[in-house]
């Protein structure tokens, strides 16, 4: 006996409708011909030094201390958008901000912030703080990206913030596999390596 399909058919579903989905992510990703799996992932770094960034840093303990992270608007100002900017600036790449993407009537809507030069970065912000169904609507854009973008790269990569947390997650395009990783990058305790591995998946 067949299970009921969870997308239902002759509706849109935007990115950000994944979020709001009740369903396991294993679930939503089958009825989009991919598996899951979560897993401690090896991710690519560049050597960055703590004196390099010094003025990134200071500028996030002063936001911490001086904005309260009571909303969406207040995370991306305060913290995202500094961490994101500098990273672009090191590695000489463009930030896309709310960045459009239409593959089909179960892949469209917005990215938060989408880098993408030879190697694609994707990063969304959790809403409500909720970093497991952020990274439901993560791993749904990563599966439209690989059928937006045109860099052959096999694996993409995205994270899902709140801001002070930071979880990667990958798509491998050949086995059409999202993998969650296990570890959390907190800020501004780990902002160092944090950007290190930021900086290593775009170079």
Known sequence: MNRPRILQPNQNYTFSKYFELSFSLEDILAELGCS?????????????????????????????KRVKLISEDARKQAIIAPILIEVCEITQTQLNIEYPININERLQGRLDYYIGQGKELLVIEAKQADLNRGFTQLAVELIALDQWTQSEIPILYGAVTTGEDWRFGNYNRQSKAITEDLKLYRVPEEITILVSILVGILT
């Open 36 to 64: 899951y799996n979560r897993e401690r992932l090896q991710l690519p770094t560049v050597d960055i030094s703590e004196d390099a960034i010094a003025p990134l840093i200071s500028m996030i303990n002063r936001n911490l």
